[in-house]
């Protein structure tokens, strides 16, 4: 059974930073893409996504050069560094498995983040 935890979202400022986590379980973890998407209007948009072997990673317009997708593939988790953050950024964040073309449906908790100004 694929189980996937997110922690680390909190109420910050505007400005602040945070690091989110998310230890996975179930399937092999360091072949698979990983992405990290969060909740919106109507389903989840998606903000981040790394290869399997940590070494690529390709971010949604808007958190480009503030967001930051990484991997500990011995410890089978991965992150998002989130600095900068806007009030736009409140919302509930997922990880998922796949790409940014292929990303599973989230089906786990999240961790709400919400950024106040």
Do not use: H, K
Not at 8 to 22: E, K
Not at 62 to 90: K, P
Request: aromatic letters at 12%; proline letters at 3%; a negative charge.
């Amino acid at each position: 059974e694929v189980r996937l935890e997110e922690s680390g979202g909190d109420l910050v400022q505007s400005g602040d930073s945070l690091r989110l986590s998310c230890t996975a379980s179930g399937f092999t973890f360091g072949n698979r893409e990983m992405t990290w998407v969060r909740q919106a209007p109507g389903g989840f948009s998606w903000v981040a996504s790394i290869n399997s072997a940590g070494d690529s990673a390709r971010y949604e317009r808007f958190v480009q050069g503030r967001f930051t997708i990484s991997r500990d593939n011995a410890e089978n988790t991965v992150f998002l560094q989130m600095n900068n953050l806007r009030t736009e950024d409140t919302s509930v964040y997922y990880c998922t498995e796949g790409g940014y073309r292929d990303w599973v449906r989230p089906s786990c908790r999240g961790t709400p983040v919400t950024v106040s100004s």
